[in-house]
């Protein structure tokens, strides 16, 4: 009887080892993405054909700035939304464990 107990306890650290080392690996590698997209990273100058041709026609700089803070506004309303929802979970979860 106890050499069954002993086996399984074995076995359990033996599958426990192996879960570990997979996460070690996946840590690992993640890691190294990480490091290798800071350190080699690509410069990219993106903008629309339509925005570039505005910009490039007048050295307004107010039309500029205008052009900038609409990217910032309409990239700032998407976070909003995912953190109002977010919140929204947070709240409803912590209603359902004070219950």
């Not at 306890?9 to 996460?23: I, Q």
Request: aromatic share 10%; with cysteine; glycine share 6%.
């Amino acid at each position: 009887m106890f050499t069954k107990v002993r086996s399984q306890k074995s076995e359990v650290r033996s599958g426990k080892l192996e879960v570990g080392s997979k996460r070690k690996v996946k840590s690992l590698s993640s890691l190294l993405f990480v490091l290798c997209s800071l350190f080699f990273s690509l410069s990219a100058n993106a903008q629309c054909a339509m925005c570039r041709a505005a910009l490039e026609t007048e050295g307004n700089a107010v039309k500029s700035q205008a052009v900038n803070d609409g990217i910032v506004y309409l990239m700032v309303i998407p976070y909003l939304l995912v953190a109002g929802i977010g919140y929204y979970i947070y709240r409803m979860r912590k209603k359902k464990k004070q219950e």
